[in-house]
Every structure is written in structure tokens, then in C-alpha cells.
């Protein structure tokens, strides 16, 4: 296999996109007032793999993670996948299942994550050390080790891994369905922590070329609570003109408690709903104000 990965899907994206539109958006999190270039995204992630690979982050390595929906999630996965390492998330020290962690990258210092002993003391989404990591432009480059090899993008609440080829056929199979462009804004409002969230959605949307826009809520596997998810991710479907949403039948759920007739989804033409476990396109559609979602789950 030839140099599959999250990382060669962004490379690719950034030669196409700056030829096109050097500020093309990549990254946006309103919430957290967050807006990055195809260009800026790939440096900052390049950014924060040098940094890892300081603290001893390799290929084969496994990087721990309690981070919500953010920026720093994205950015986090970009970076093991440019050095060959992998994600794990827990939401306890019981639920980490991965027995060599090298680091962890935590939302705070107080969280359980970083009272766990690892091989390097935590790094704190937000701070000093973190913040210089993103910020570090290099021209230095590295080889991955055996970058031919498919390796695991993440652990995400069990053992068993996401390959890189798992989550890159799961979003060039979305794109396809979606006809995704580079000027479509791909709302993911579902956990980067799951092969739908970083696989169907973020994947395709980065071999797309198109922008993947974070509601920013909190929680590692939930995304926090529904209803405030819900509230969230309408907000930031119409401040940012979304055109694609991704999003579980718990947030549809919630969506009708709000007063959807106040919020402006003109730019919004279609989008999947999670409704079970599995990777297959449904017959089924779901309903948001008048425009008909696509259901994703297992056939039969």
C-alpha cells in the first residue's frame, strides 16, 4: 500500500488548494475562533508532530487523548498520522485500553488523564508548550518508517484499531455520494473519536478539499450534552453557512426542541444521520426542516 494516510490525503488536498486558492478554509471552529487555511492546518499539525517527536512520538507510538470536538482533536490526529502513530481515547483510566502509552494530550491539567504516569508528563491543550508546538514553522522534514504500511489511526474506546485505509474508504465512499467540492462546509457535529466522525466525515472532507467546520461542545465520545450540541450546531450550521452535516439521531432528536423556523438553513443541502452501528448508506431518510438527511448504519 502506497503512502496511505490522513496525512498524505491533507498533502494532496494542500497542492490542489493553493494552486486554486491559497487561503481555501480547512479548519473552522467558531467557537473557539479558530479559522485555518488548507496551508495553515498542515503547519500547524507539522507544527505539533515535531513537537511530539521530541517527546519520543514515533511510528508505532500511541498518543492518549481526552480532547473534545476542537481544533486541537484534528490537529492531534494529523500530526500521529504524519509521524506513524496513533490516537487513543478513553473516558477513564479504566476504559484505556492501550498498555504503551507514550503521551498524553489533555484538555486540562486536573483532568484523570494527566494524573496517569507515562512515559512524558502531559501536554495541556491551550498552553505554553502546546500552543508553541502549533506555532513552530519548520521546513524540516522526516521520512515515516515504513509509510507503505497501513497503519492504525486510532484506539477509540476498545482495543481493536481504525486503520488509515479503513477511514480513507469510508470518506472517499461519503464524497462520492455527496459529489463534496472544495466549496462545500462539512459541519461535524458527531466525535472525531469514532471511524464516522474522523473517517467518513473529516476524511472526506479533507480529500474533498472542502472545509470541515467543528461546533465545539464538550465530552470525548458524546460531544457533551445533546441538547447543547444541538443548540451549538445549529448556530454554527447558519453563522457558517454549512452545506453538509454530519450529525447522530440523538442531536436530530434534539434539534426538534429548538425553534428551527429562527434558524436559516439555506446553505445546508443535504447530510448524514448516524442511526447504528456500520458504514452503509440506509433507504431510510431522516427529516430537518424539509430537507431529507441520509441515514448511515448496517445492512441487513
Given amino acids: 500500500m502506497s503512502c496511505n494516510s490522513l496525512w498524505h490525503a491533507l498533502s494532496k488536498t494542500i497542492t490542489a488548494n493553493v494552486a486554486r486558492a491559497s487561503a481555501a478554509p480547512a479548519l473552522l471552529s467558531p467557537q473557539q475562533s479558530v479559522a485555518l487555511s488548507y496551508l495553515e492546518l498542515a503547519q500547524q499539525a507539522k507544527g505539533l508532530s515535531m513537537g511530539l517527536k521530541d517527546r519520543g512520538v514515533g511510528p508505532g507510538s500511541v498518543v492518549a487523548t481526552d480532547l473534545p470536538n476542537v481544533a486541537e482533536g484534528i490537529l492531534l490526529h494529523l500530526a500521529c498520522a504524519r509521524l506513524g502513530a496513533s490516537v487513543a481515547t478513553a473516558e477513564n483510566a479504566e476504559g484505556l485500553v492501550m498498555p504503551s502509552i507514550s503521551v498524553a494530550v489533555t484538555a486540562s491539567p486536573d483532568s484523570w488523564l494527566a494524573q496517569e504516569s507515562f512515559m512524558a508528563p502531559p501536554i495541556v491543550a491551550g498552553e505554553a ?39 480513507l474508504q469510508q470518506g472517499q465512499d461519503m464524497a462520492r455520494h455527496f459529489a463534496m467540492t472544495p466549496t462545500d462546509r462539512v459541519c461535524v457535529s458527531i466525535t472525531l473519536y469514532h471511524a464516522f466522525g474522523i473517517g467518513s466525515a473529516c476524511a472526506a472532507a479533507l480529500q474533498a478539499g472542502s472545509a470541515i467546520v467543528l461546533p465545539a461542545v464538550g465530552g470525548l465520545q458524546g460531544c457533551g450534552i445533546p441538547s447543547q450540541r444541538a443548540e451549538t450546531t445549529l448556530r454554527t450550521l447558519e453563522s457558517q453557512k454549512c452545506t453538509l452535516l454530519f450529525c447522530d439521531s440523538h442531536t436530530l432528536k434534539a434539534f426538534e426542541k429548538e425553534s428551527l423556523e429562527k434558524v436559516d438553513l439555506s446553505s445546508l443541502r443535504g447530510g448524514v444521520c448516524k442511526t447504528g452501528s456500520g458504514t452503509d448508506i440506509l433507504d431510510e431518510t431522516k427529516d430537518l426542516k424539509g430537507l431529507r438527511l441520509a441515514t448511515l448504519g448496517k445492512r441487513n
Avoid: C
Fill in 129 to 167: 508548550e502546546m500552543q508553541s508546538m502549533l506555532n513552530l514553522l519548520t521546513n524540516k522534514e522526516q521520512d515515516v518508517e515504513g509509510d507503505s504500511i497501513d497503519r492504525p489511526l486510532g484506539y477509540f474506546r476498545s482495543g481493536t484499531p481504525l486503520m488509515h485505509s479503513a477511514a
